[in-house]
């Protein structure tokens, strides 16, 4: 689904450059179609040079030239930036965050009687390759033609899922937190082939086309992951015995404890800054 108007970013942080670098290249969207709000005018200046988008200061601008907004604050400040362009907001906006932890209800609540629909989506940052994952969970009065609009700025840039908002802390715990522990495992297995003798760049080589080779298979989908396992592994040979190394340091169960504690941590993060916010809304 193309976009008839322009689509605006408040905050061009990583993710939001990730988003720009994805869609335009995926060609949805054309950088003079793209309106950014920063105040680092050395972000402004980067996204202005590398992608050829148009960069502001102030929000409002972007809110006044754009009806499709991506909010890509960091929480914190996520109340702030809405409540000084709460004037700007109207009945046509389609409001998308992707500010990790604030639930529908704060964001809605912070737009309320504007009119403004709110889509809270938890992405990651293989979309800056085109690979993200990403879900989505629509707020009230968001229309069929509002969740397409924000489905195909996702699925520009990987794929995406339309879940409940119950699930975004699990979404968050497994792809959103997963990169960094592929590329934990990543690191680890070049440094193995280090120690057992092969040069780094050699073994940097093969580890990161072992793992890109692996996931392909993976993704076509004609076998269980657990049966592409099998097919490695010959009884008594290499890759049984390094198994069984991994069973012994419990590498099955260390992965769902990073995911569950991710998405624990995740969900306390969310109360915390509601928490954070709602005693700001009392100082005022």
């Not at 148009?54 to 604050?73: D, F, G, I, P, Y």
């Not at 229309?143 to 489905?151: G, H, I, M, Q, R």
């Amino acid at each position: 689904m193309g976009f008839s108007g322009k689509l605006g970013f408040v905050g061009g942080g990583l993710m939001a450059e990730a988003l720009i670098k994805g869609i335009t290249g995926a060609g949805l969207v054309k950088a003079d179609q793209i309106l950014v709000a920063d105040p680092s005018s050395a972000r402004r200046a980067l996204l202005q040079k590398d992608y050829n988008v148009s960069a502001v200061s102030e929000a409002t601008a972007v809110w006044a030239q754009c009806k499709v907004v991506v909010l890509a604050v960091k929480p914190q400040v996520v109340g702030a930036v809405l409540c000084e362009s709460r004037e700007a907001i109207n009945a046509t906006h389609l409001l998308i965050s992707i500010a990790a932890g604030i639930p529908l209800s704060v964001l809605e609540g912070a737009v309320s009687g504007r009119g403004c629909r709110v889509i809270r989506v938890m992405p990651n940052t293989p979309a800056i390759v085109l690979k993200g994952a990403s879900a989505l969970s629509p707020g009230q009065g968001v229309s069929p033609e509002d969740l397409a609009v924000a489905t195909s700025i996702f699925d520009a840039v990987g794929v995406s899922f339309v879940l409940d908002e119950s699930s975004l802390d699990a979404v968050t715990g497994l792809s959103g937190s997963g990169p960094a522990y592929v590329f934990t495992f990543i690191e680890a297995l070049i440094d193995a082939g280090v120690k057992v003798g092969l040069a780094r760049p050699v073994a940097q080589t093969l580890a990161l086309q072992t793992v890109l080779g692996s996931v392909l298979l993976a993704l076509d989908g004609t076998r269980h992951p657990a049966e592409l396992r099998a097919m490695v592994t010959s009884p008594g040979g290499t890759t049984i015995a390094g198994l069984h190394e991994l069973e012994k340091g419990a590498f099955r169960a260390l992965v769902t404890n990073a995911v569950e504690a991710a998405t624990n941590r995740s969900s306390e993060l969310g109360r915390l800054v509601v928490s954070g916010l709602g005693k700001e809304s009392q100082q005022k």
